[in-house]
């Protein structure tokens, strides 16, 4: 089975700074990935997704994420965050292609300071 | 066009009761999945519905039971209400032809008393 791990519960970083979120996935054949968004009060909004191809894949808001097969991992990425990424952001992982059932992390709670 | 419609947004039981969720997918979807959030916890999938069945479920109790109508909508049912049903319940819409194209709604909270 598969399984999704988020080792950072809670990030705070300046406006402007840059950012990394960890996600590291158990998935025995090619995993698909995906970073979602979640403001409180709020559902999940899609950032990026990798199926196949081309390891660093971009998604909205500015967002990027590498999927790394050799360390099982899919960190995301931003260059500059502003006061508005403030949010929960959850790591999962489908298995196989088509309508599966996805397995989410416990999600990275990101605080921005001014 | 509308999104993933979830109603009610917020409601509080008593432990033993029976609850019914509703979900809107979004138009064009076919798809229909159930979620449950724990507070402080990442969604964990309960069932998925695709022409009117229950094609995918998790690791949840028969208490959890749903239902999928002609039109696509769906509805979660959860009998015998404990404290610990207490969640964010996401619905989240797809087509079936589309890999993963998911829609999430903003969920229902319910709260078990």
């Known amino acids: 089975a598969q399984s999704v791990t988020q080792p950072d519960i809670h990030i705070t970083v300046s406006e402007g700074a840059s950012l990394e979120l960890r996600c590291n996935y158990s998935?025995?054949?090619?995993?698909?990935l995906f970073w979602y968004v979640q403001s409180p009060g709020q559902g999940l909004q899609l950032l990026l997704k990798?199926?196949?191809?081309?390891?660093l894949v971009q998604g909205i808001k500015g967002f990027e994420a590498e999927f790394k097969r050799s360390q099982s991992s899919f960190n995301l990425r931003k260059p500059s965050v502003h006061w508005s990424d403030a949010a929960e952001y959850f790591c999962?992982?489908?298995?196989?292609?088509?309508?599966?059932?996805?397995?989410f992390g416990t999600g990275t709670r990101l605080t921005i300071i001014p | 066009d509308a999104g993933v419609t979830q109603s009610p947004t917020h409601l509080i039981k008593t432990r033993g009761q029976q609850v019914t969720l509703r979900c809107s997918p979004k138009?064009?979807?076919?798809?229909v999945s159930w979620y449950q959030q724990a507070l402080g916890q990442g969604p964990q999938f309960i069932f998925q519905?695709?022409?009117?069945?229950?094609?995918q479920r998790g690791n949840f109790p028969d208490r959890f039971s749903g239902h999928q109508f002609p039109n696509y909508s769906s509805e979660l049912n959860v009998n015998a209400l404990l404290l610990g049903d207490s969640a964010l319940y996401l619905c989240?819409?797809?087509?079936?032809?589309?890999?993963?194209?998911?829609?999430f709604g903003s969920g229902t909270r319910l709260t078990v008393v």
């Open positions: 989240a819409s797809s087509f079936d032809r589309e890999g993963y194209g998911y829609t």
């Open positions: 998935y025995g054949a090619t995993p698909y």
């Open positions: 990798y199926f196949s191809g081309d390891t």
């Open positions: 999962a992982v489908g298995a196989g292609f088509g309508n599966e059932k996805l397995t």
């Open positions: 138009s064009g979807h076919d798809t």
């Open positions: 519905y695709y022409e009117e069945e229950e094609r």
